[in-house]
C-alpha cells in the first residue's frame, strides 16, 4: 500500500466503505471515521460537509489538502467553499475524480510523502469544539440509506441547491409524442443552469434517434463507438473525444450511425458507461426509444427520475398505462420515480388533461404543454425553442422538470425572465380558450 496520509470523515458507513474501498483497489490506504473526534491528523481530508464549514474553514489554515463531500449544500456555503480553492465532490464520490483533482498531491514520489504516523486525533485542531455536530451518526435503514440528514435538510426549498449528480431518462411507449423535442430542451436549459457545470444528452435510441439530425449536426461520436472505446479506466481525454460538444458545458452521445451497428450496444456496457459519465458529469438526460430491449432497461433502472410523456391521444395513454403496470410488476422498478407530462396538447382531442390526470393517479404530475406550432418551427430552424423563447409554455413546463431534480429558477434565472415579460405572464388572467385543455 502507498504511503499517502489520507482521513475520509462521512457519517454514512456504506458511502464510506466503498470509498475505502475504492481506494484500496488502486492501493492506497486511508483512513476512515463517522465521528469527528475519530478522524486522524493528516495531509489530506475528504470530509462530508455535516463536518461543518466553521471547521473545514479552521482546517483548511493548518496547510492540509482538503476536499468537502455533499448531496445538497446552500449556494452560499458552495461559493465560500470555491472562494477558499477547497473542491466539493457529489456523492456518491468516485476515487478517480479526487485523484483527478489533487494531482500534484498523487503524483508526488512516495519517499517525499510522509508515513503515516500512530493515531493522532484531529480534534484538538479544532478551537471551539461546541461548533462540532452534536449528531455525527446517521441512522442506517436496510438499505444502508440515512434516514436523516445531518446538516443539510433534503427538502424542494429554493433556498438549498442539489450537488446530487442525477441520471433522468425521457420515455414513452409510444413515438411521435415529442420525447426528443423535450429532451433536447430540457437538458439546454439544464446546461444554462448556474449551478450546472456539465450535461450529457444521451440519444438511446439506438436504431431511429434523431437528435443529430434535429440539430443539423453531422458527428462521428456514437454509441456503439463510446461503449466500444470506454470503460472505467478511461480518462477524461478519451471520453472527450468520443461526445458531441454542443457548448461548453453540455455535451452529445448520439446514436449508432446505423440499424446494424446498433446491435453492438449491449445493455450491460450501457449500464456501466452510464457510471462512467456519471463520474464527469452533473445532469445525465437520457432520450430513450419506444421499444423495451435491454438498453432502455439498463436506463430505467440506473434512472433517479423518469418523465413519462404522454398526449391526448387514447392509444398512447393506453399504451403508458400498460408501461406502468410492467414497470412495476415485471421490472421491478420503483413507480415513485415516474412523473408525467402531457405533451402536444390538442383543444378538440375529446380527451382532457384532467382526464389524463384521473387516469394515472399514482403518478406525479408535472404539467402539460399544448400543440403550439412554434416548436416545431424552432426544431425546424435548428434551435432550441426554450433557450428563445424563455416565456413558452414549453419553458415553464420544463423549468418545473428541473425542480424535480433541485434546479430551481431561483433568482440567476428569474431575474432574466422578467425582464422578457415574466412579470406580465404571473399576473396574466388566463383565457377560456386556455382553461378548456383543462
Not at 431518462?169 to 449551478?195: D, I, W
Not at 460538444?245 to 446494424?260: A, M, V
Not at 419553458?395 to 429558477?409: A, C, K, P, V, W
Request: aromatic share 8%; with cysteine.
Amino acid at each position: 500500500m502507498s504511503n499517502y496520509s489520507i482521513s475520509v470523515f462521512d457519517p454514512d458507513e456504506s458511502r464510506l466503505n466503498t470509498l475505502a474501498y475504492e481506494f484500496e483497489m488502486k492501493g492506497i490506504k486511508v483512513t476512515t471515521a463517522r465521528r469527528i473526534e475519530q478522524i486522524d491528523k493528516s495531509e489530506m481530508y475528504i470530509l462530508d460537509i455535516s463536518f461543518g464549514l466553521e471547521n473545514v474553514e479552521r482546517l483548511s489554515k493548518t496547510g492540509s489538502l482538503i476536499a468537502v463531500t455533499a448531496d445538497e449544500i446552500k449556494l452560499e456555503d458552495w461559493q465560500k467553499l470555491l472562494k477558499s480553492e477547497i473542491p466539493v465532490f457529489k456523492h456518491p464520490v468516485s476515487v478517480n475524480s479526487i485523484i483527478e483533482g489533487f494531482k500534484d498531491y498523487f503524483n508526488k514520489p512516495i519517499e517525499d510523502i510522509a508515513e503515516n504516523t500512530q493515531r493522532d486525533p484531529l480534534a484538538h485542531l479544532l478551537e471551539d469544539k461546541e461548533t462540532l455536530p452534536s449528531k455525527n451518526i446517521v441512522d442506517m435503514n436496510g438499505n444502508g440509506n440515512p434516514k436523516e440528514e445531518i446538516s443539510v435538510t433534503k427538502t424542494r426549498q429554493r433556498k438549498l441547491q442539489s450537488f446530487k449528480q442525477v441520471i433522468v431518462s425521457v420515455y414513452s411507449p409510444k413515438g411521435g409524442v415529442g420525447k426528443t423535442t423535450l429532451s433536447m430542451n430540457f437538458a439546454a436549459m439544464c446546461a444554462e443552469h448556474p449551478m450546472v457545470e456539465s450535461v450529457c444528452l444521451i440519444d438511446a435510441d439506438r436504431q431511429y434517434g434523431n437528435v443529430m439530425h434535429t440539430l443539423g449536426i453531422k458527428s462521428k461520436a456514437n454509441l456503439a463507438d463510446f461503449c466500444r472505446n470506454i470503460n472505467s479506466l478511461s480518462s477524461w481525454e478519451e471520453i472527450k473525444q468520443n461526445l458531441y460538444r454542443q457548448s461548453d458545458k453540455f455535451y452529445i452521445l448520439p446514436n449508432p450511425p446505423s440499424p446494424i451497428e446498433s446491435l453492438d450496444v449491449r445493455g450491460s456496457e450501457f449500464a456501466s458507461n452510464l457510471s462512467v459519465l456519471k463520474e464527469y458529469f452533473d445532469v445525465i438526460i437520457v432520450d430513450m426509444a419506444p421499444q423495451l430491449d435491454e438498453v432502455s432497461n439498463a436506463a430505467l433502472k440506473h434512472s433517479d427520475i423518469i418523465f413519462l410523456v404522454t398526449t391526448t391521444d387514447s392509444p398512447t395513454n393506453q399504451s403508458v398505462k400498460s408501461f406502468i403496470k410492467d414497470y412495476e410488476k415485471i421490472l421491478k422498478l420503483d413507480s415513485s420515480k415516474l412523473h408525467l407530462v402531457v405533451n402536444r396538447v390538442l383543444k378538440k382531442a375529446g380527451i382532457t388533461v384532467k382526464d389524463i390526470r384521473g387516469a394515472f393517479p399514482n403518478v406525479e404530475f408535472v404539467g402539460a404543454i399544448k400543440e403550439d406550432g412554434m416548436i416545431q418551427n424552432s426544431a425546424n430552424k435548428r434551435i432550441f425553442h426554450t433557450l428563445k423563447f424563455g416565456n413558452s409554455e414549453m419553458t415553464q413546463i420544463i423549468e418545473t422538470m428541473m425542480g424535480f431534480i433541485n434546479l430551481y429558477s431561483d433568482d440567476n434565472r428569474r431575474g432574466v425572465q422578467l425582464s422578457k415579460g415574466g412579470l406580465l405572464r404571473m399576473f396574466r388572467k388566463r383565457t377560456r380558450e386556455e382553461i378548456a385543455y383543462d
